[in-house]
Every structure is written in structure tokens, then in C-alpha cells.
């Protein structure tokens, strides 16, 4: 069967009117598939944070690999030992919290790297105190266990001055 020139015209020529390659569009409500990776850290960085607020020091060093260590941009720069953390996690009052963002990549069959954006609100002075944080574990396999041998930690804070959008056409600020 052979189709009409006139017909293969029609169809190029709406073809044409058609928005040419935009890129991907951002729809609302889309829908982000959650990897096996990252359903399984959610759910241990979940338990690990809910350790914290229920004050379960047990619970929460099982998470914990016997020479975790916590690193942050804050001076001196050394890394907090295991025991230092645990004695602040449970000092600490953790009313609240949102993790977002995350992300799991596997190194090997026993080692992931998850990163996230953890979102708390803690109790200081009587007053709650909300405060964001990427963080970036690494996790370990053991035996059957997975545990959290490093930790690096830094404080999300708001950009001040002029957000990419703010830039003039002339390039000045």
C-alpha cells in the first residue's frame, strides 16, 4: 500500500510545528523513583536518627562502626572519635527531623557512600533551633550488618547576595 505524497506532506509539515528538542521539562507531581539503595540507607539513616531522639544509646551504636568518626569544616579540623559523638548525640534533645535528597552509591558489595540534606529542629535553652546539614556517610558491610565507620558533616546555610536569577544581562552584580 502505498501512502499519498500529499499525506507524508501533512505529516512532516505538523511535524514541523512542533517545539523542537527543549530539553526535559519539569512537570509538577512527578513521580522520583526510589532506588533499592536508597529505600534501604532511608530506612537505617531513619532508625539511626530515631535512636537519638528516643535517647537509645544501645539502638544507636549498633549503627556504628567501633572507629566512627565525624568530620566537619569547623576548626581544628580533626575528626570527633566515636565516644566524643555518642556523649553529644545523647546530650542533645532532637525534636525533629526531615532527610532529603538522598542519594546511596554502592563502592563495592560491602561499602556505600550516601549523601543527604538532614533537616532538624533540636531543643537549646528551651527554645527549638532548626538547622540543615549535608551529610555524606560511609557505610560498611560487616559479617551481615551494615555500620557507619565515617561521617562527614556540614552545615547548609542560605546564600546572601544575588541568587543566579539576580545576574544582569551586562554581567555586572
Do not use: H
Amino acid at each position: 500500500m502505498k501512502i499519498p505524497f500529499v499525506a507524508v506532506m501533512v505529516f512532516l509539515g505538523s511535524c514541523a510545528a512542533l517545539p523542537q528538542n527543549q530539553g526535559p521539562r519539569q512537570t509538577p507531581g512527578r513521580i522520583v523513583t526510589t532506588t533499592r539503595l536508597v529505600a534501604l540507607f532511608s530506612q537505617m539513616e531513619a532508625g539511626w536518627l530515631e535512636a537519638i531522639q528516643q535517647q537509645d544509646q544501645a539502638t544507636l551504636t549498633r549503627f556504628l562502626a567501633d572507629d566512627f568518626q565525624v568530620w566537619t569544616p569547623t576548626p581544628p579540623g580533626e575528626p570527633v572519635p566515636r565516644e566524643q559523638w555518642l556523649q553529644q548525640a545523647m546530650a542533645e534533645k532532637l525534636d525533629s527531623f526531615r532527610i532529603r535528597q538522598m542519594a546511596a552509591r554502592a563502592v563495592n558489595s560491602s561499602t556505600v557512600v550516601v549523601s543527604f540534606v538532614l533537616g532538624e529542629t533540636v531543643q537549646q535553652a528551651g527554645k527549638p533551633r532548626a538547622t540543615d546539614y549535608f551529610i555524606v556517610d560511609l557505610w560498611q558491610k560487616k559479617d551481615e550488618n551494615w555500620q557507619v565507620t565515617d561521617r562527614y558533616l556540614s552545615q547548609v546555610r542560605g546564600i546572601s547576595g544575588n541568587q543566579p536569577g539576580d545576574v544582569k544581562p551586562t554581567g555586572k552584580n
